[in-house]
């Protein structure tokens, strides 16, 4: 039997939340970087479910950041998503569809600079 929205968002709102208790080490710099509106003045939320229908099923996928004011997600990659680039790749064409972007920076890139990243963000906003 299918799961229904219900399930399917308290399943999401649980997976979110163990996300969050085991963030990465770059996960945790980016975090401190944009927490509290810290950057650009634009509110960022971590480990959220964006929710989509596919197929006649309905799904979601946990992004590690989301930034609704810009329909903007920063996901960070590390050693994990190594190989895995074509499936990275029809994740973010299917977030993408409702009109959100996905940004990718390697963990490497936030742990040796966070300052970098956030100016390299900022250029791709356009602000």
Request: hydrophobic fraction near 35%; glycine fraction near 6%.
């Amino acid at each position: 039997m299918a799961k229904s929205r219900k399930e399917i968002h308290d399943e999401a709102t649980r997976l979110s939340r163990e996300l969050r208790r085991r963030q990465t080490k770059a996960e945790q710099i980016f975090w401190e970087a944009v927490r509290n509106s810290r950057f650009l003045g634009k509110r960022f939320l971590r480990q959220h479910p964006i929710f989509h229908e596919a197929d006649g099923s309905y799904r979601f996928y946990v992004v590690d950041f989301y930034c609704h004011g810009w329909k903007l997600i920063v996901e960070l990659d590390g050693s994990s998503h190594n190989g895995r680039e074509e499936a990275d790749a029809a994740r973010s064409e299917i977030i993408e569809a409702p009109g959100l972007t996905v940004v990718r920076f390697r963990n490497e890139e936030v742990e040796n600079d966070i300052s970098g990243v956030l100016r390299r963000l900022e250029k791709l906003l356009k602000i």
